[in-house]
């Protein structure tokens, strides 16, 4: 247990460097994100939820591909392309891009 | 000799073919995405989303100097997001915080 806790502090990519707190500054998106699915879809802003969805895609794919290797970035790239893409299916129903097919033989 | 600096810029390792050209200059759409929202009423505005957009900025506009080598890039986009992220938070406590005072009169009739 101690061990592991030693590696992660001295890890190259550990709360002594910046590949550590950088990400860290990026889960403010996905706490935003988070807390905004609460709100009333007409405050999603359709420009910045798309850009997001792109921006954590590509950040995915860098987090996987930069040496080294930074899962933690991955991880939290990971989470607030799922919380965006939610956040922007909530602003497409509420538009009316997400109709159901047979809406009067619903229930 | 153009071609070939060209042709160099083209095949660096973290040039346009590679995700780490991509994705640092795909992060310039959050700061278009704020100003083009910046003609949006203030009551649409989310403070935790801007705050978070705020805070990245400068964390990443400090770090971007001191890793190695400095990314100038990184560094001026970062610069734009805290910019853009700052002034949609001001437009928004401006409208909830101080422009109100207008109203409270009427209300008091």
Known sequence: ?107 | MAASKIQALWNHPAGPKTIHFWAPTFKWGISIANVADFSKPPEKISYPQQVAVACTGLIWSRYSTVITPKNWNLFSVNVAMAGTGLYQLARKTRHDYFSEVQEVPAKER
């Open chain 1, 1 to 107: 247990m101690m061990a592991a806790l030693k590696a992660f502090w001295n890890s190259p990519v550990g709360p002594k460097t910046t590949h550590f707190w950088g990400p860290v500054a990026n889960w403010g998106f996905v706490t935003a994100g988070m807390v905004d699915t609460q709100k009333p879809p007409e405050m999603i802003s359709r420009n910045m939820t798309s850009v997001m969805c792109v921006y954590s895609a590509l950040f995915m794919r860098f987090a996987w591909m930069v040496k080294p290797r930074n899962y933690f970035l991955l991880a939290t790239h990971a989470s607030n392309e799922s919380v965006q893409l939610y956040q922007l299916s909530r602003w497409a129903k509420a538009q009316g891009y997400l109709g159901k097919k047979e809406p009067e033989e619903q229930h």
